[in-house]
């Protein structure tokens, strides 16, 4: 006679945190295919640079806007390291609030980009360097923009009946990726802004 185990698995977690999570692992490969992006666009405008003697084509970007959005964005990662700490303790109100927070710091750094694009020197089809100056601008403003579009949804779920359980995993995953929008504007910044005027 054949003896079964059955097992009762109604009390395992249906979520978790971190690398337990399958989405952890999907964000994780995005943000190493979209830094490979990143790796190659900025390594075509240094290749430029490097065989061009009059590199850049045009004057460099300003440093007004594009030295408020980076001080805006390092000064981001302390509210988004405090949303995954609550995420990760499941405390609702503190996930909230700083869930809208992190919606705030979105919206205006989005402005701010709107303006850094407004006092650009040269057009997106003067030149090369316009072309990757634009190209690489507009790589990271799409990040940007799709980080906020999904802090905004998330944050939307939390004031919901669905905010519970899962989605505090998800606002985790969120300030993920927020962790690499940040990171992946430190070497574009120091590319785009300071390397011309080296």
Same mark, same amino acid.
């Given at each position: 006679?054949?003896? *079964?185990?059955? *097992?009762?698995?109604?009390?395992?977690? #249906?979520?978790?945190?971190?690398?337990?999570?399958?989405?952890?692992?999907?964000?994780?490969?995005?943000?190493?295919?979209?830094?490979? /992006?990143?790796?190659?666009?900025? /390594?075509?405008?240094?290749?430029?640079?490097?065989?061009?003697?009059?590199?850049?084509? /045009?004057?460099?970007?300003?440093?007004?806007?594009?030295?408020?959005?980076?001080?805006?964005?390092?000064? #981001?990662?302390?509210?988004?390291?405090?949303?995954? #700490?609550?995420?990760?303790?499941?405390?609702?109100?503190?996930?909230?609030?700083?869930?809208?927070?992190? &919606?705030?710091?979105?919206?205006?750094?989005? %402005?701010? *980009?709107?303006?850094?694009?407004?006092?650009?020197?040269?057009?997106?089809?003067?030149?090369?360097? %316009? #072309?990757?100056?634009?190209?690489?601008? /507009?790589?990271?403003?799409?990040?940007?923009?799709?980080?906020?579009?999904?802090?905004?949804?998330?944050?939307?779920?939390?004031?919901?009946?669905?905010?519970? %359980?899962?989605?505090?995993?998800?606002?985790?995953?969120?300030?993920?990726?927020?962790?690499?929008?940040?990171? &992946?504007?430190?070497?574009?910044?120091?590319?785009?802004?300071?390397?011309? *005027?080296?």
């Amino acid at each position: 006679m054949e003896h *079964r185990v059955v *097992r009762d698995l109604a009390d395992l977690p #249906s979520y978790a945190f971190g690398p337990r999570m399958t989405m952890w692992w999907g964000t994780l490969a995005f943000c190493v295919l979209e830094g490979t /992006g990143f790796a190659i666009a900025l /390594g075509s405008y240094l290749y430029l640079a490097f065989i061009n003697p009059d590199w850049p084509l /045009g004057p460099p970007p300003p440093l007004l806007w594009s030295g408020i959005f980076t001080i805006l964005m390092l000064a #981001s990662l302390v509210p988004n390291f405090l949303t995954e #700490s609550a995420a990760r303790e499941e405390n609702l109100s503190r996930v909230r609030i700083l869930l809208v927070v992190m &919606s705030g710091i979105g919206v205006l750094l989005t %402005g701010v *980009r709107i303006m850094e694009f407004a006092v650009l020197p040269v057009r997106w089809d003067f030149n090369a360097y %316009g #072309s990757l100056l634009w190209a690489i601008l /507009g790589l990271h403003a799409a990040h940007l923009v799709t980080d906020i579009v999904d802090t905004v949804i998330v944050t939307v779920l939390m004031f919901t009946r669905h905010g519970f %359980g899962r989605r505090f995993s998800d606002v985790e995953d969120n300030a993920f990726y927020w962790n690499f929008v940040v990171l &992946s504007w430190l070497p574009t910044y120091f590319v785009l802004y300071w390397v011309p *005027r080296l």
